[in-house]
Structure formats: structure tokens, C-alpha cells
């Protein structure tokens, strides 16, 4: 540890939750949202099997009612309040953070409303200083501004990106002179696969298995 100003920015989904406990969370409330407004029933074991098997869950619930607009579905998915948790650990290694005076930011890219609702159901929001969701800041990653935002804010600091996406969460910070950290699906989980052949600068500097082991 020491006393240089420092920038941590983490991406979101699936690294500082699981976004497959957002997918369950919409799951299990679409089964109840169905049941209520038409009168149909759905298990949420079916859905899940559903997604698992790489079907289309959707496309199953409208040939069960053919009432059911996917709109309908598409709005339960993305706007429900979801019940979703961080680990202690990450909490606490946050709170670290904060502790040594160090700037936090989160890239996320998504709908306000979907990536606010995931951040007020972590309750995270009071341990991040700066949240750039792209539907509100205006472009995804990799896009430059995304990372220069926080060098414009924080000129002469340390910067660190710390995320799980190969496809485009490191490739603009590490051009940038960034720190980069990349946290292991080791549990095989995520949305998107870390299983897939990129280039050497869309990979991170260092991965972990575990946020909490990154060195401060």
C-alpha cells in the first residue's frame, strides 16, 4: 500500500456480482408477473433449464400464451428490482478503498434504469464516486471517452480497470496506460465467456481469481 492518488474503476455485471443472479432474479418475477396478469402458470425451473439449454426463454413463455406481448416480458426483464447481492468480502474491499482516500468509478454499459436498479439492490452507491452507465453518458465501452472521463476528472493519477468482458473491457484502458485487471469465470458462470481467442491488447495485465486479491 501506499499514498499515490489512485483510481479504481470497475465494470459491473459479473464482476462485482454475477449477472446470472440478475438473469434468476427476472426469471422468478416474470414467473410471478405471468401468473398474475394472465392467469398462467410458469415454473421458474422450466425457464432456467430453458436458458441453459441456449433456448430461447422467451419465445417459450409467448407459445405457452400466445397473449403475452414480449414487450411485455422484455420490460419485466429489464426494469424489475432485482434480488441480487455482493459478497462481505467485495463490500469490505470497497470499503477499503474508500478508507485510503481513493477514487472508485464504475463502466457499465445498459439501460439506466436496469444498471441504477442493480447498483441501489448492492448498495453500492454510497462507496462510488463516479457511475458512467452508457445510456446516460452516451457511448459503450471501449469507447475512449469512457476511460478519458476519468483522467479528465483525476489528471495525474493511478488507474486501474478492473472487469471480465475480453471482448471489450480492457483493450482502451490498456492503450491508455491503465492497470489492468481481469477477475476468472472460475466458476463458469458468466453471461459472457471468457473462452474465446483475442488479441494480446484485449487482454488484462494480470488476472485474478477473487477481487479481494488484487494488491492495493
Known amino acids: 500500500m501506499d499514498t499515490l492518488n489512485k483510481v479504481f474503476v470497475f465494470d459491473l455485471d459479473d464482476t462485482l456480482y454475477k449477472e446470472i443472479d440478475y438473469l434468476k432474479s427476472a426469471y422468478k418475477t416474470i414467473v410471478k408477473t405471468v401468473k398474475i396478469d394472465f392467469d398462467t402458470n410458469l415454473s421458474f425451473s422450466k425457464l432456467y433449464t430453458k436458458y441453459s439449454n441456449q433456448e430461447n426463454v422467451f419465445e417459450y413463455i409467448i407459445s405457452v400464451n400466445k397473449d403475452i406481448p414480449l414487450d411485455y416480458l422484455l420490460n419485466i426483464y429489464r426494469f424489475h428490482f432485482p434480488d441480487i447481492n455482493i459478497s462481505n468480502s467485495i463490500f469490505n474491499f470497497l470499503g477499503k478503498l474508500k478508507q485510503?482516500?481513493?477514487?472508485?468509478?464504475?463502466?457499465?454499459?445498459?439501460?439506466?434504469?436496469?444498471?441504477?436498479?442493480?447498483?441501489?439492490?448492492?448498495?453500492?452507491?454510497?462507496?462510488?464516486?463516479?457511475?458512467?452507465?452508457?445510456?446516460e453518458f452516451g457511448s459503450e465501452k471501449p469507447n475512449d471517452n469512457n476511460y478519458l472521463f476519468f483522467q479528465n476528472k483525476?489528471?495525474?493519477?493511478?488507474?486501474?480497470?478492473?472487469?471480465?468482458?475480453?471482448?471489450?473491457?480492457?483493450?482502451?484502458?490498456?492503450?491508455?496506460?491503465?492497470?489492468?485487471?481481469?477477475?476468472?469465470?472460475?466458476?463458469?458462470?458468466?453471461?459472457?465467456?471468457?473462452?474465446?481467442?483475442?488479441?494480446?491488447?484485449?487482454?488484462?495485465n494480470i488476472w485474478v481469481e477473487k477481487i479481494t486479491e488484487i494488491n492495493y
Do not use: M
Open 154 to 204: 483525476y489528471p495525474a493519477y493511478k488507474y486501474f480497470y478492473i472487469g471480465d468482458n475480453v471482448r471489450k473491457d480492457f483493450v482502451t484502458p490498456n492503450k491508455l496506460g491503465w492497470n489492468t485487471i481481469g477477475v476468472k469465470d472460475i466458476d463458469n458462470v458468466n453471461i459472457h465467456t471468457q473462452k474465446i481467442d483475442v488479441k494480446d491488447v484485449f487482454l488484462p
Open 100 to 135: 485510503c482516500n481513493y477514487k472508485i468509478g464504475v463502466i457499465t454499459d445498459g439501460r439506466s434504469i436496469t444498471q441504477r436498479n442493480k447498483l441501489k439492490a448492492l448498495g453500492i452507491e454510497n462507496l462510488v464516486d463516479e457511475i458512467l452507465i452508457s445510456e
